[in-house]
């Protein structure tokens, strides 16, 4: 059983194409499709014997499997087509096909053709030759019709696994008289050519691509039929009418304006037709949005840019009052008196804001910091003053440890006296200063005589 050399099917060891998302085919997760019956035991017997191949660019083809032969998903096939042969790769097979074939409506008649064997080394080698021609003639074509002045655009080309045909797809939006090309073409490259037209958006698909969305472009994964998009479907979902953001990169508007179109028409059931502005005695009030899952309408008084949202609801029944002649006095309430009551109920908590944030805040004083100290200082706190003041009494001076502290006092001398009686000798300190004083041997400097000279005399 041959394997896919691209991602090795078959084969216990997961290869892949080790481009790392820089694939030069762009066949990499082009329109696949997920066989969710393959686990499942289904009878042999009756087997589906269509099997779905695919080619370049998405393009998928049905052929009948006449010999019965063994191919898994991702096996390279040599398929009957008219005038030669050509090479795909099995894409899906089983009762699914049968299925798929319903979908597009294709009939199980005789003009499906057949298969002719798994694809060998051989053939694929042949078939590699001749898309290694084809980048060469896509260059080569463009300048023919630049040179033939056509107003065409050539996008692909797909040359046929003989080497003995090629189809060159393009896109116009006139009609183009292309015979002369043809024959140049055919002359060019020696070969039988083929025209096929496909639109802007089978064009893009073709080339792929990455959307606004951030993933791949619909119509180069799962959209293989076209629905028609027209910008009512932006007007229901209230999307800005902005060319540049409804466009995909077709050049048309996008694919998927039309997924969520239903959900918004069964929402737009419940939400009235406004067509003219509502009547009331604050003013003609118009409409200015609508958010139709919320069921809010927003409406401005005379075109002011104040906007009031109501729900639809309310909506309604202000539009059944104008019908009968009948004016309400704002959007929200009927009469006047309902007005000033919610008026005042709103303004209270206006009011209690107003008390609340009028008042100045005090500042708090920051505590110094203690010098060295990142630590803040405490604070002082003041004397509290009283009634009569009274003296502030000094506290008692302690008395340095001297060297006269610890003698005994004389017996004529009372301690803690300050003086010293009248007719009593000096005593301490004086009496001993006194007595140097008249001591004749004492040193004045230099002046006087040494005790040593006074010893020697």
Known sequence: ?????????????????????????????????????????????????????????GRKEYFRNVDYLHMTTGDPVVVDVPNGHHIGY?????ELVRLQMQKRKIKNDDNI???????????????????????????RSKQIIDELGLKMKLSDVEYQADNSKATFYYSAEDRVDFRELIKMLASEFKIRVEMRQISLRQEAG??????????????STWIHDFKSVTTAAARYQNLSLNPSKLSGQCGRLKCC???????????????????????????????????????????????ENNWHSIDCERVAVIIEMNAQGKTPFSL???????????????????????KKFSQPKK??????????????????????????????????????????????KPDNVQAGSPQTPAGAAPQGGEARRKKRRNNPNRKRGNSGPSSKDNAND
């Open 1 to 57: 059983m041959a394997g896919c050399s691209n991602c090795s099917t078959g084969t216990d060891k997961v290869g892949g194409c080790q481009n790392n998302g820089s694939c030069g085919t762009s066949e990499c997760n082009k329109m696949n499709s997920f066989d969710w019956l393959s686990h499942m035991g289904l009878p042999e017997v009756d087997r589906f014997d269509i099997v779905e191949v695919k080619f370049k660019g």
């Open 90 to 94: 099995v894409s899906l097979q089983g």
């Open 113 to 139: 053709l057949r298969i002719y064997r798994v694809a060998n080394q051989k053939d694929i080698d042949k078939w590699q030759e001749a898309k290694n021609r084809e980048l060469p003639t896509l260059y």
């Open 206 to 219: 073709r080339l792929g691509g990455i959307g606004v969305c951030g993933r791949e472009l619909c119509c």
């Open 257 to 303: 304006l039309n997924y969520e179109l239903d959900s918004y028409m069964s929402a737009l059931k419940d939400i009235p037709q406004v067509d003219k502005p509502l009547l009331t005695e604050s003013g003609n009030a118009k409409l200015q949005k609508t958010d139709i899952f919320r069921k809010l309408m927003w409406f401005s008084y005379n075109d």
């Open 332 to 354: 929200k309430q009927d009469t006047a008196t309902e007005s000033a009551d919610t008026y005042e109920n709103s303004n209270k908590d206006l009011e209690m804001l107003d």
């Open 363 to 408: 500042k708090k004083k920051r505590k110094p910091k203690k010098a060295g100290t990142g630590e803040p200082a405490q604070a002082k706190t003041a004397p509290v003053p009283s009634d009569k003041t009274q003296p502030r009494e000094r506290p008692p001076r302690s008395r340095k440890p001297g060297r006269n502290q610890n003698r005994p």
